[in-house]
């Protein structure tokens, strides 16, 4: 799961890595506001034995935060290729937790 963090984190610093400051939509500090959020998500999931409604309040106040983030860096922090990584960072991190859902789970919520 970390590794898939460290992809996530490299695409997203890719991105800004070279540009000009004033150029870019999003910040190094926004990128580690996100893989803190992710961090976070992960820590909260294995603190405790979950059930499918706990598992889903987290997963929901995840990708809302996800969503309040990229909203503020102009819709550009978190394109069609982390977003697919974040789904399956989610995804693995509720498998380990022995909880398991029918399709996307964040769907409902998710606006990246």
């Known amino acids: 799961m970390k590794n898939l963090l460290k992809v996530i984190q ?16 999003y910040s190094a500090e926004d990128v580690t506001l996100c893989i803190t959020s992710l961090l976070e998500f992960m820590s909260v999931m294995e603190a405790e034995v ?11 106040s995840l990708v809302l935060s996800l969503n309040s983030l990229n909203h503020q860096c102009g819709d550009c ?7 697919e ?13 022995n909880i ?11 606006e990246w």
């Not at 979950?50 to 929901?60: R, V, Y």
């Not at 922090?77 to 977003?83: A, H, T």
């Open 50 to 60: 979950q059930t499918i409604d706990s598992a889903k309040e987290h997963i929901e």
């Open 100 to 110: 398991e859902f029918i399709g996307d789970v964040t769907e409902q919520w998710r």
């Open 85 to 97: 990584d974040i789904c399956q960072f989610i995804q693995q991190v509720i498998s380990a937790a």
């Open 77 to 83: 922090l978190i394109e069609k290729g982390q977003s």
């Open 10 to 25: 490299y695409d997203m610093l890719d991105f800004i890595e070279g540009e000009d400051e004033n150029e870019t939509v």
